[in-house]
T-cell receptor, first 114, second 116 residues
Framework: ETGVTQTPRHLVMGMTNKKSLKCEQH?????MYWYKQSAKKPLELMFV???????ENNSVPSRFSPECPNSSHLFLHLHTLQPEDSALYLC?????????????FGPGTRLTVT | AQSVAQPEDQVNVAEGNPLTVKCTYS??????LFWYVQYPNRGLQFLLK??????LVKGSYGFEAEFNKSQTSFHLKKPSALVSDSALYFC??????????????FGKGTKLSVIP
C-alpha cells in the first residue's frame, strides 16, 4: 500500500481557510487522478492528469484547484470550501489513462469542513 | 452513458461458505470491468479486471469474477469466505467507445460481512 501516498490523512478546515492535499506515487505511472468519496454515493472522478497535463475535469467547482508539477506528484488546492465538500478524497495513479489500465489508490484524506 | 449497478448494499455469508457479490453494467462498445476492495480507513485496492478473453477472471486473495455478456454481469466470487474478506467491494466499468473519456464509473459498493 505504499505505492501511492497521501498527506495529510485527516484535515479539518474552516470555510475561509486555504489548504492543500498532496499525493505522491512511487509506481512509475504516467496518469494520476483525484476522486471524491462521499457516504452512500459512488466515487466521483474530479480530475485526470496524463503526463502532467490535465485531460479531464468533471465540472468540479473552482474552489478545487489541481496541480501536477511532475508525473509523481499531484496536489489539490482547496479554498472557501462548503460543508458539503466534507468527504474522503482519494488519489489514484495508473500506467496510462487508457481504458484497460487498473488504478492504484492512496489511503485518502478525510476532509471535514466546518 | 455508462453505469454500474450493485443491487445489494450488504451481503452476509458464513465463514467457509462461497460468496457472490453481484454487479451489472451498461456501456457503449466493449466493456472493461474491474473489481476493487476497500477496507476501513484505507483506499481502494485492485482485485481483478476483465479486458478480453476468458470469461472467468482470477484475481488477488482467491477472488474470481465471471463475465457474462448476454446478462451484462460481472459477479465477484470466492469459493470459501474468510472473516478477513469483510470489506466494501466496488465494481467499475469503462467502455471502449465514446469520446475519449477517462471516466471509470463505479458502483455504490457492497458491504460484505463474513460471519465467524
Amino acid at each position: 500500500e505504499t505505492g501511492v501516498t497521501q498527506t495529510p490523512r485527516h484535515l479539518v478546515m474552516g470555510m475561509t481557510n486555504k489548504k492543500s492535499l498532496k499525493c505522491e506515487q512511487h509506481l512509475g505511472h504516467n496518469a494520476m487522478y483525484w476522486y471524491k468519496q462521499s457516504a452512500k454515493k459512488p466515487l466521483e472522478l474530479m480530475f485526470v492528469y496524463s503526463l502532467e497535463e490535465r485531460v479531464e475535469n468533471n465540472s468540479v467547482p473552482s474552489r478545487f484547484s489541481p496541480e501536477c508539477p511532475n508525473s509523481s506528484h499531484l496536489f489539490l488546492h482547496l479554498h472557501t470550501l462548503q460543508p458539503e465538500d466534507s468527504a474522503l478524497y482519494l488519489c489514484a495513479s495508473s500506467q496510462a489513462p487508457g481504458v484497460s489500465y487498473e488504478q492504484y489508490f492512496g489511503p485518502g484524506t478525510r476532509l471535514t469542513v466546518t | 452513458a455508462q453505469s454500474v449497478a450493485q443491487p445489494e448494499d450488504q451481503v452476509n455469508v458464513a465463514e467457509g461458505n462461497p460468496l457472490t457479490v453481484k454487479c451489472t453494467y451498461s456501456v457503449s462498445g466493449n466493456p472493461y470491468l474491474f473489481w476493487y476492495v476497500q477496507y476501513p480507513n484505507r483506499g481502494l485496492q485492485f482485485l481483478l479486471k476483465y479486458i478480453t478473453g476468458d470469461n472467468l477472471v482470477k484475481g488477488s486473495y482467491g477472488f474470481e469474477a465471471e463475465f457474462n455478456k448476454s446478462q451484462t454481469s460481472f459477479h465477484l466470487k470466492k469459493p470459501s469466505a474468510l472473516v478477513s474478506d469483510s470489506a466494501l467491494y466496488f465494481c467499475a466499468v469503462r467502455g471502449d467507445s465514446g469520446a475519449g473519456s477517462y471516466q471509470l464509473t463505479f458502483g455504490k459498493g457492497t458491504k460484505l460481512s463474513v460471519i465467524p
